[in-house]
């Protein structure tokens, strides 16, 4: 028994090491001296994070990551939190339907999503640009809301409604005292996710963004095409740090609402 627990530990780290060893790799390239991606690294400096950050278009592209992500995050948070509780508190005909609705972003391949966004932009006569990337966006961060304010109202117990109506309360009076503040933490979750899923976009951003607008992942791709250097490298370091900070955040308050329900 015991060989075997430390055998499916190795394994586990195996895993780990493989999944994450590229990441790795980019984070130690963003200090190397050589004004070129080679391995093994000949000398450390933290030169390149100054000229990533003094590079005024890797700044203006980060501002617009922001914004991007600022909004479409607000907006997924919204809908998604309300399509959560159409989908848990009420029955209706077509509930099943509107799950698999909410969750097809995440199964559908995003290259389909973003022809099928395209498509229909040419049929509203939309051009591409900051409110197409925007709609996408949204569309995606919507499963990661739903799914997990979802999971929130599933542990949700109802009883702490009923005894506050039973006090005199009305819906609203009961929402706002009561069922807001249970949900909150699996709402700044989503909003968390969401956001995170927003800022690292590249593939729909790229498709919907047109000439006009320049978020982080685009700007790092057109870097990549004509210098391949450690600012780059710099850069992608700041964003892994970044991604996985709001992830553990979210984890955090997805936490505090396992707790809450326990």
Not at 102 to 107: G, N, Q, R, T, V
Not at 166 to 182: K, N, S, Y
Not at 203 to 209: M, N, Q, V
Request: hydrophobic letters at 55%; charged letters at 15%.
């Amino acid at each position: 028994m015991r060989i075997g627990r430390y055998l499916l530990r190795g394994w586990a780290l195996l895993a780990y090491l493989f999944l994450f060893s590229p990441i790795l790799m980019v984070v130690l390239m963003s200090f190397s001296k050589s004004k070129y991606s080679v391995f093994p690294i000949r000398g450390w400096t933290t030169d390149w994070y100054g000229r990533a950050f003094g590079d005024q278009k890797i700044i203006d592209a980060l501002q617009t990551s922001v914004g991007i992500a600022v909004v479409s995050s607000i907006l997924a948070t919204f809908i998604g939190t309300l399509g959560a509780m159409a989908l848990v508190r009420h029955q209706f005909k077509l509930r099943e339907l509107a799950r698999a609705y909410f969750l097809s972003p995440l199964i559908i391949p995003e290259i389909i999503t973003g022809i099928a966004l395209l498509s229909m932009a040419t049929l509203l006569n939309l051009q591409s640009g900051i409110v197409l990337v925007v709609i996408g966006h949204v569309l995606f961060g919507l499963p990661f809301v739903v799914t997990v304010v979802s999971a929130r109202l599933y542990g949700f117990d109802r009883s702490l409604e009923e005894a506050a109506m039973d006090l005199g309360a009305d819906e609203v009076t009961t929402f706002r005292r009561i069922t807001l503040p249970m949900m909150t933490p699996a709402i700044l979750g989503g909003l968390l996710l969401s956001f995170t899923v927003s800022f690292d976009n590249f593939l729909i951003t790229y498709l919907l963004a047109g000439s006009e607008v320049m978020t982080i992942p685009v700007h790092i791709y057109s870097m990549i095409r004509f210098e391949f250097t450690p600012k780059i490298h710099a850069i992608s370091t700041v964003i892994v740090v970044v991604s996985l900070t709001l992830i553990l955040l979210s984890q955090t308050q997805t936490g505090d609402k396992r707790a809450a329900a326990h």
